[in-house]
């Protein structure tokens, strides 16, 4: 079975600090991660995916993620961070289901909060 | 292009009715999945449809559940003598492809009193 573990349900940080998000999966098969932005009622926005090839992967808003197999890590990291950043942060796995389909599995989520 | 779209944005029934969630996907994408969200958790697997099949319903937490895609488009989550706990938001996404990551709808908050 999977899981995904986001150790911290809320982080605050000031505008123009670097942040980071922690994200560890468990898994006996290989995965695919994912980083998911949800702002107050909306759905779920993709921010990036790692699906294969380099562990660095990153968004066009600055925002990256390392893949760290040994780790089983998918930290979230941005080197400053913007009032607009203020949402709810998923990270995911998702593996093959009979049929093809890719079920994702959810963390917890955090609550970025960006302070003046 | 046109999202995931859901249908109502918010739904409030009273217990023992049944409520009926649309979702319409995105033009062209075979996979169509129903995720439940409950208030402070991430979204929680409920079935999933590869076009008109549902290939997998092992997140449905019971009977009362039922999910339809019967033209491969459109597809609906329907809920039978709803309960409190039924209180969720409900996030329908879709996918090209096993290996393209799903693309959500803004979902359904429903609140059964």
């Known amino acids: 079975a999977q899981s995904v573990t986001q150790l911290d349900s809320q982080v605050p940080v000031f505008e123009e600090a670097p942040v980071e998000l922690r994200c560890n999966y468990s898994s006996s098969v290989s995965v695919y991660l994912f980083w998911y932005v949800q702002y107050p009622n909306q759905g779920l926005q993709l921010l990036l995916k790692?699906?294969?090839?380099?562990?660095l992967v990153e968004s066009i808003n600055g925002f990256e993620a390392e893949f760290n197999k040994s780790q089983t890590s998918f930290h979230l990291r941005k080197p400053s961070v913007h009032i607009s950043d203020t949402a709810e942060y998923f990270c995911?796995?998702?593996?093959?289901?009979?049929?093809?389909?890719?079920?994702?599995?959810f963390g917890t989520g955090t609550q970025l909060k960006v302070e003046l | 292009g046109a999202g995931v779209s859901q249908s109502p944005r918010y739904k409030v029934a009273k217990r023992g009715q049944d409520v009926a969630l649309r979702c319409d996907p995105i033009?062209?994408?075979?996979?169509l999945f129903w995720y439940q969200q409950a208030l402070g958790q991430g979204p929680e697997f409920l079935t999933y449809?590869?076009?008109?099949?549902?290939?997998?319903k092992s997140g449905l937490p019971s009977d009362r559940f039922f999910a339809e895609r019967p033209e491969g488009s459109v597809s609906t989550l329907k809920i039978q003598r709803t309960q409190q706990e039924d209180s969720a938001v409900y996030l329908c996404?879709?996918?090209?492809?096993?290996?393209?990551?799903?693309?959500f709808g803004d979902g359904t908050r429903l609140s059964i009193l």
């Open positions: 790692y699906l294969s090839g380099s562990t």
């Open positions: 996404a879709s996918s090209s492809d096993r290996s393209e990551p799903q693309h």
């Open positions: 033009s062209g994408h075979v996979s």
């Open positions: 449809f590869q076009n008109e099949a549902q290939l997998d």
């Open positions: 995911a796995v998702s593996y093959i289901l009979t049929g093809g389909g890719n079920k994702l599995t």
